[in-house]
Every structure is written in C-alpha cells, then in structure tokens.
C-alpha cells in the first residue's frame, strides 16, 4: 500500500470520506521508452537514450525530455509511454483513509482538466460561480473557468502545462478492500 503525498490528496481525502468516491490528481512523472531515441542532427545527434524506463523531465511549455549521460534529450509524443502511477485494484492510504483504484485515467494536462473532474477531486466550484451571467455567456466554460480557479489557489504548484493521471477511487471497504 503507497502513502500519498498531503499536497494534492487532502481535499480529495475529504470528498472520499463524504461521499464513498473521489478522483485523485497525480503528477504524470514516468516514462517507458520502449525503443532507442536519437537526437536530431546537428543540435543533439550524439545524445541517445536506450530503452527502460526514466524519470520525466519537463519545460515550462510542457514539453517531455529525459537525462541522459548528464544531457536532456527531448522526447517526441510517439516515442514513450506514461507508466500509471497505480493499477485498478491497489489499495493506497489518503489520508487517514483507504481508497481502491478503480480506474486510472491516461495523463493529461491541467489546463486540459473539465470542471467536472475538477469537481471529483472534492473542490467545490459551486461556490465560486458568479450568480448572474451576462447574455450570450456559456456557462459550461465559465464553470470550467471558475473550476481552475479555485485549482490554482489550491495547488498553486499545479501549472497548467503539468500532466496529470486522473485515478479514480472509492472507498477501500466499500470496494471491497480490506482495513489494515
């Protein structure tokens, strides 16, 4: 069982106890190359990162790079595979509570998060929406505005160019997990 970093699991810890469910957000921070990648002439050529796995590297764009003999050597999206954080069925502490995997999420950017998941992590976004609209304003993407606002003033470590899993919990014994 894994014990979860507090930055990012409290609220979701919170929204587990009260509700049985939560999404948790994790930083996307591993990769499988599962070829070798060479750089491109003439910048990085003789810079090549062999097949395994690697710690993710990543500019403020969001662009993915790994170190290789001291050297970044960036990595096309078609060139590495995300290794998930958790599998469906792992039991893992947040908090003082238990939760199983029930999904794991592919990565994606936090400024590519909807309201809706934002609201699954247990941030209330209702709070946040002003209460009159001005004509011809959608209000889906006001609340997915509002939404990353209260992201960003909770986990201002957050950049919107990070990647994230999006894990998909419940309840460890309402899962059928086991308390330890």
Known sequence: MAERSADIS????AHLARTGSAM????ATKIRLPNEVHGIWPIAHHIIAHPGEYEAKFNPHGAVSVETLGAL??????????IPPHAVGDVIQIGEHQATVVEV??????????????????IDVAGYLPVVLKPGVDPDRVATWAAHCQLRQRHPNLLPT???WRVMLTAADAAGGTDQ
Do not use: M
Not at 10 to 13: E, G, L
Not at 24 to 27: G, I, K, Q
Not at 105 to 122: C, F, K, N, S, W
């Open 10 to 13: 409290d609220i979701a810890a």
């Open 24 to 27: 948790l957000l994790e930083r």
């Open 73 to 82: 050597l960036g990595i096309k999206p078609n060139e590495f595979e995300w």
């Open 105 to 122: 999420l592919p990565p994606v950017r936090v400024e590519q998060l909807t309201a809706e998941d934002i609201e699954a992590t247990g």
């Open 162 to 164: 990070t990647y994230v």
